[in-house]
T-cell receptor, first 109, second 117 residues
């Protein structure tokens, strides 16, 4: 069964748009949820979330976790073509780290 | 943050051969991990490379197929043995964050893209 589900699988937006990426999970012994940006090969760490309701922010990117409803969102405002990438969500639980399938974002100029 | 390098960055290999991938970190780290990302798939943990002892493999991965070395706190190798086309993937080395937990993976190397013909 899928423990970490990301949606949408892909989307195409225009520069300047705001996007919201979703990550839902169903695990026990939750420890943290991580977001990564993957361009070409190597994922780049964005955020680690451990507490509900506390927004993490870095420039135009922000993320928040809801441990009651078991999901997280990643927001990107004023998108740029350089934001085009695969965005990965991963959930750390027990002694495992499980990745979602990712959301492919394409930003058109 | 740790700076991680991997060699080779890509390779094309023949079926039945083996390839060793090297991972070098610019600082001593406790936890090092090897991941695989098959085409169109997300990342899957292969094993945790333990310094001075045998690697810890995840379900579905075995030492005979993916032998791992970790001679010190800055270096590890992953060998993909007796390759088949199904082994065509990106192989990524990663290191842990500050918690020391083996699941605290925050930094990845640039990856090795392997194609098996």
């Amino acid at each position: 069964e899928d423990k970490v589900v990301q949606s949408p699988l892909s989307l195409v937006v225009h520069e300047g748009d705001t996007v919201t990426l979703n990550c839902s999970y169903e695990v026990t012994n939750f420890r943290s949820l991580l977001w990564y940006k993957q361009e070409k090969k190597a994922p780049t760490f964005l955020f680690m979330l451990t507490s509900s309701g506390i927004e993490k922010k870095s420039g135009r990117l922000s993320s928040i976790l809801d441990k009651k409803e078991l999901f997280s969102i990643l927001n990107i405002t004023a998108t740029q073509t350089g934001d085009s990438a695969v965005y990965l969500c991963a959930v750390e639980y027990g002694n495992k780290l499980v990745f979602g399938a990712g959301t492919i974002l394409r930003v058109k100029s | 943050s740790a700076v991680i390098s991997q060699k080779p960055s890509r390779d094309i290999c023949q079926r039945g051969t083996s390839l060793t991938i090297q991972c070098q970190v610019d600082s001593q780290v406790t936890m090092m991990f090897w991941y695989r990302q098959q085409p169109g798939q997300s990342l899957t943990l292969i094993a945790t490379a333990n310094q001075g002892s045998e690697a810890t493999y995840e379900s579905g991965f075995v030492i005979d197929k993916f032998p791992i070395s970790r001679p010190n706190l800055t270096f590890s190798t992953l060998t993909v043995s007796n390759m088949s086309p199904e082994d065509s993937s990106i192989y990524l080395c990663s290191v842990g964050g500050t918690s020391g937990r083996r699941t605290d993976t925050q930094y990845f190397g640039p990856g090795t893209r392997l194609t098996v013909l």
